[in-house]
Nanobody, 126 residues
């Protein structure tokens, strides 16, 4: 099994900064994608940013230039989301996700696995 532990949410004024952390433990492939998603009340869950073990990152247009996703230098299955210039519309519950292919037999067949954290609330006041 895989566990995701998120931390770092809270209340901040518009223009402020927060840093979220997510650590994945358990049976996690060494090749994976970890990312942050968010869900505001009454809205669909949406991508915020992702990071692959290969070093690629991807951001939603709404956060480009303000948010930065990174991996811990030593704990590769730990990701951070540095959020700057926060806006009230960034208010949401932020969820961490890890996904990877898990080999299930000697022929090399694999299954796509994904796990979600419980979420951490970010509230940005105006």
């Amino acid at each position: 099994q895989v566990q995701l532990e998120e931390s770092g949410g809270g209340l901040v004024q518009a223009g402020g900064s927060l840093r979220l952390s997510c650590a994945a433990s358990g049976r996690v492939s060494g090749t994976n994608t970890m990312g942050w998603y968010r869900q505001a009340p009454g809205k669909e869950r949406e991508l915020v940013a992702t990071s692959t073990t290969g070093g690629s990152t991807n951001y939603a247009d709404t956060v480009k230039g303000r948010f930065t996703i990174s991996r811990d230098k030593y704990a590769k299955n730990t990701v951070y989301l540095e959020m700057n210039s926060l806006r009230p519309e960034d208010t949401a519950t932020y969820y961490c996700k890890v996904e990877f292919n898990w080999v299930i037999n000697v022929e090399g067949a694999s299954r796509r696995m994904e796990y979600w954290g419980k979420g951490t609330l970010v509230t940005v006041s105006s």
